[in-house]
Each structure stands twice: as C-alpha cells, then as structure tokens.
C-alpha cells in the first residue's frame, strides 16, 4: 500500500517551476533583479520525515559552514534543475535513495554571504524516522543528522534576532538555539552535542517553511 504524504497540500502552495520562484536578498550591493533560472548556483533540501524536519551539522573539516547546522544540498551540476540537485545530493550525501522522497515545491530562494543564489526544495520522505535511522550514512561532509518537530520549530517564541560583529549588512540575523532535548539523533558519528543552533540561510528557509505551512496564503 503507497504511504500517503501528509504536506502534499504544498503542491497548491508553493511554486512548482523555476519561473515562478522569488527571491531575497539579504546584502544590500546584491539587491539587484536577478533572473532567479539561470543565475542559481545551489540548492538545498528542507526535508520532512513524518512531523519533524531533518537537518546535518557539518564536519569541523569542511571548508565551508564548518561545524554549522544545514540542510543537505549543494552546488548545481551543468545541466540540472534544483529537484536533480537536491535528489543527487540526499544520495550522495545521506545514502538516501530518490525513490524515498517526493518533492512538493520550491521555497523562495536566497543570495548568502557567498553571493551564491540558493534554492531551497520541499520534500518528504516516505521513509519513517525509525527506517531512516537504519538508512542513512555520511559521506563524511556532516557529523550528526537530527530531526526536529515542525511543531516545535513554530514556536515563535523561542526564536530571536542578533547583530553579527562585521557583517556586511546591518539587517538582523534570525536564529534559534535548539536544546538535546528538542532534537532526535539520526545519526552521530562524533562526541555528544548538547545544544545546536539555526542561524543564517538555514534559519531563513526554515522559517520560510513555516510560513507556507502555517499560512498558506501569505507571501513568502
């Protein structure tokens, strides 16, 4: 019996073509009209298994976002769509194969610090968190993988705005800190973190997520 999707309701909410996708900006010299299709240089997954969202924390080894909370994603091979990318990376990067995951639409996409034009994709695994525990693997890119209750994520007041010391923009950078105990390890390959923190693009398209869930009708 196919498991049914219980976000499937996206697909009437979010944007399903490239041509259809926004995009913010949050550095004032990048506040430029973009054709979002052919200048985005990566995507990444907000992936949900059953009611929770699934994120990594990158290695400490990583070049880039060391040590920091992300969904899995990555730069755009020639030729693919932001789905090939996302789907190509869930494999590479979590041992997922594609089969186990529908995609349900596209959130509206953001330059970063990097000046790269990233495209958050919605999908949702038919794996249940307990499959996905006996499934998914590192290639070495991240450490831990965890999931974290939608419902727990949408709780406004644990979320806060900081000003980063340098930053190239003045606008306030939208974080939440997330204890052990709101979190369910899928996975940890290093020593024991108590405490994570979403922050920055990951922390702008998780909230960008929650608004098309909570509030369908509203711009994103």
């Not at 926004?22 to 200048?39: A, G, H, I």
């Not at 990097?114 to 794996?127: A, D, N, T």
């Not at 590192?138 to 010391?165: P, R, T």
Request: proline share 3%; hydrophobic share 40%; with cysteine.
């Amino acid at each position: 019996m196919a498991r049914s999707f219980k976000f499937d309701f996206l697909k009437g909410v979010l944007p399903q073509k490239l041509s259809e996708i926004q995009y913010n900006s949050r550095f004032s010299e990048l506040k430029t009209v973009v054709s979002v299709e052919d200048d985005w240089g990566g995507a990444v997954l907000c992936c949900i298994v059953e009611d929770s969202l699934l994120y990594i924390k990158r290695t400490e080894s990583m070049p880039t976002h060391k040590g920091q909370v992300a969904f899995m994603g990555g730069h755009k091979q020639e030729s693919e769509c932001p789905t090939q990318t996302v789907l190509r990376e869930l494999e590479e990067e979590g041992g997922i194969a594609s089969e186990h995951i529908q995609i349900h639409g596209y959130l509206p996409a953001l330059f970063t610090a990097r000046k790269q034009l990233i495209i958050p994709v919605v999908g949702e695994l038919s794996l249940t968190i307990s499959e996905l525990k006996k499934t998914i693997a590192s290639n070495g890119e991240w450490d831990i993988c965890f999931a974290v209750k939608i419902e727990a994520l949408s709780d406004i007041e644990k979320w806060s705005y900081a000003q980063k010391w340098g930053a190239i923009s003045d606008e306030a950078i939208l974080f939440r800190g997330l204890g052990i105990h709101e979190v369910e390890l899928m996975r940890n390959y290093g020593e024991l973190v108590h405490n994570f923190v979403l922050w920055g693009a990951t922390a702008h398209f998780t909230n960008s997520f929650l608004k098309a869930i909570t509030d369908p009708g509203s711009p994103l």
